[in-house]
């Protein structure tokens, strides 16, 4: 019948407790609800540890390498049997459920990181580049750069008898 997830030895000199069939039952249980939310804590909350325990025991969970095993196998299965439509849903889900997570470990930074990748999702980023291009139309007073004063003064007032004319037709 093979080894279990359990006593399976993936290294000779990594040594694990042997998990009884309860004990493996529940982390196998808790990957299947962890491949959901991709929340340890939510996952321990959904199994139905009280929150005071809950962060511990996500903490545990995540930690075994049984359950990093199952967790891994669990990826590569969904993996090959996803379209791509069907991973962009699941990564915006995890996006979401990361934009609005305020439980233990959570930051504001992530928050506000899970709804830039959301908007870049949804083609809602603000343009990285923008060109201005700007070029001379009229009706726009142009100082030149080697004149006198006065001859700038004389210039202009050339220019607004001009601009003036222009307005009234």
């Known amino acids: 019948m093979g080894p279990s997830p359990a006593t399976a030895c993936v290294d000779t000199h990594i040594i694990e407790k042997e998990l009884s069939d309860e004990e493996l039952a529940l982390r196998i249980e ?3 609800i ?8 939510k996952a321990c909350l959904a199994l139905g540890f009280m929150a005071a325990y809950a962060e511990d025991w996500a903490k545990m969970f995540m930690s075994e390498g049984v359950v990093r095993r199952l967790i891994l196998d669990a990826e590569r299965q969904e993996e090959s049997a996803e379209s791509a439509l069907e991973r962009q849903r699941r990564y915006r889900a995890w996006m979401e459920n990361e934009a609005t997570y305020y439980g233990p470990g959570a930051s504001h930074g992530s928050r506000v990181s899970a709804i830039a990748h959301l908007m870049k999702m949804e083609g809602m980023e603000a343009p990285t580049k923008t060109e ?3 070029t001379y139309k009229g009706g726009v007073m142009m100082v030149p750069a080697l004149t006198s004063p006065d001859e700038w003064g004389n210039m202009a007032a050339k220019s607004q008898a001009d601009l003036k004319a222009t307005v009234k037709e």
């Open 30 to 32: 808790f990957v299947k």
């Open 34 to 41: 962890y491949m959901k939310c991709r929340n340890a804590y």
């Open 132 to 134: 201005a291009e700007v």
